[in-house]
């Protein structure tokens, strides 16, 4: 709260900007790219470049920087990733109970749901990529509006939002996590388009990665059972 009014102090001196992509870096290292911003009481919108908007607390704000000269930002997953091999309860943390609920909700097994939010953002529901995708399991806003969620920044709408998103992908795609996941990350259009999985590095890692952290799990919770 202390960190407010120096955060507002830099938003008001660097100004919403035109014609200019708008670096915003927020406090825990994350960077986004947005075509405009502008300050709402202790909150910031932020007009993202592909369409749409996301409003974020001003305290999660580090700085806003104007770049003329747009350069695109690294695709390259992180190195670490996060594990729920021993248990994705532990991993959840104080998440666990709202993602088993949720995803028992939706008919989605706790595990998968866990993992998907474990490769998304770590669960971590302040999470912003650099698309514009944000909380916990990173929904974009057009598809966090479709499902319903109207704070993309609270763990519990966002999970059901999540949730219900991959629920709706199991169905279309009759069952086939694998199909679902990669709609998950690349959109069901480009599954469609592909005839499955499509050909894209960032696609293919990002189902691989989900599918061992829920084999991961499942093969714990059977051991111990």
């Given amino acids: 709260m202390g960190r407010t009014p120096l955060i507002c102090a830099v938003l008001i001196a660097a100004g919403p900007g035109a014609g200019a992509t708008e670096i915003v870096s927020f406090?825990?290292?994350r960077t986004l790219?947005?075509?405009s911003w502008e300050a709402d009481g202790d909150q910031a919108v932020l007009a993202l470049e592909g369409g749409g908007q996301i409003v974020v607390p001003l305290s999660l704000i580090q700085s806003v920087e104007r770049r003329d000269d747009p350069r695109p930002i690294s695709e390259d997953p992180p190195a670490?990733?996060?594990?729920v091999a021993e248990a994705w309860r532990a991993a959840a943390g104080k998440f666990a109970e709202l993602i088993d609920g949720t995803a028992r909700r939706h008919g989605i097994?706790?595990?998968?749901l866990a993992a998907v939010a474990a490769v998304e953002s770590n669960f971590d529901p302040f999470a912003v990529s650099h698309k514009g995708a944000c909380g916990i399991v990173q929904l974009i806003p057009a598809t966090a509006e479709r499902f319903g969620v109207s704070n993309l920044f609270d763990?519990?709408?966002n999970l059901d939002g999540g949730a219900g998103y991959l629920r709706w992908l199991l169905d279309r795609f009759n069952g086939r996590t694998d199909l679902a996941l990669a709609a998950y990350n690349a959109g069901e259009g480009a599954v469609d388009r592909h005839g499955?999985?499509?050909p894209y590095p960032e696609t293919r890692a990002y189902v691989r990665r989900v599918l061992a952290l829920h084999?991961?799990?499942t093969a714990t919770a059977g051991?111990?059972?």
Avoid: F, K, R, Y
């Fill in 27 to 29: 406090d825990d290292g």
């Fill in 33 to 35: 790219e947005v075509s």
């Fill in 80 to 83: 670490e990733l996060p594990t």
């Fill in 109 to 112: 097994e706790p595990g998968l």
């Fill in 155 to 157: 763990a519990g709408e």
């Fill in 196 to 198: 499955g999985i499509p």
């Fill in 215 to 217: 084999s991961d799990s």
């Fill in 223 to 225: 051991a111990s059972n």
